[in-house]
């Protein structure tokens, strides 16, 4: 009863104000930032380029200021409450309850953090265990799985804090942390730390728009065909080189 009475709450201050779909924003710097923030996220400006591309989208098209966790942001594209998110891995339980954008828009790679001073770059997952090297993972994340599979690797992901393990790769004997360079490279910098992100990509993975399947499919047409001409005009290319 009170999802939807959500749903039936946002469906009439859409048609209030007139637009027709709603895009969702996570609390995943440098995805996303703030309102409040003078900086735009790399999801952002593809919403932005996005609506550039779409006649009429002022109307058509509201992008949710807040920012939400993923999980929540999954359950608002079931139940309706939103409509469209930026920045969604691909897997199969996902494909079932969402659709997927025929291209993606943009691409992360598994890198690893180290000390400034570090000199041996790892070219493989095979030379970390090769090496016999402790690599560090942030809990339960996709990164941290893929590690996990490969046999022999000494990992180590009971981080829940990325400020924590940043702080016991700078001034202990860990000496990589493992995640995607999309976040680290943010995160390194900002973290006004002696570590350094090292330009080795371990794998890489696309990144797709999904919308919920309650979103009229009008909506999704003008959506896709909009991303297509970016693709087209390599104008989200311009904004990769901005963050990778």
Known sequence: MKTLILILVNTFVMAQTGHSVRFLKQNSLPKYFPETSKRLGLCDEIYFLIKKQIVGSSEKIYIDEKLYPIKRILSMLDSGQGNVYCGAGRNEKREKMFIYSKLPVYYVSNVVA???????????????????????????????????????????????????????????????????????????????????????????????????????????????????????????????????
Do not use: C
Request: glycine share 4%.
């Open 114 to 244: 180290a000390k400034k001073d570090e000199t041996f770059i790892p070219q493989s997952i095979s030379d970390l265990i090769s090496k016999d090297i402790v690599v560090g993972a942030y809990n339960g994340t996709s990164s941290a799985r893929f590690l996990k599979n490969h046999r022999g690797i000494r990992l180590n992901d009971r981080y829940t804090s990325f400020s924590q393990a940043f702080k016991e790769l700078a001034h202990t004997n860990l000496r990589y942390f493992y995640y995607h360079d999309l976040g680290l490279n943010y995160m390194i910098s900002d973290s006004g730390l002696p570590l350094k992100v090292i330009p080795t990509k371990f794998r890489t993975v696309p990144q797709w728009i999904i919308y919920s399947k309650k979103t009229p499919k009008v909506m999704i047409d003008q959506i896709e065909s909009a991303i297509k001409k970016l693709h087209e005009k390599k104008l989200i290319h311009k904004v990769w080189r901005k963050f990778f």
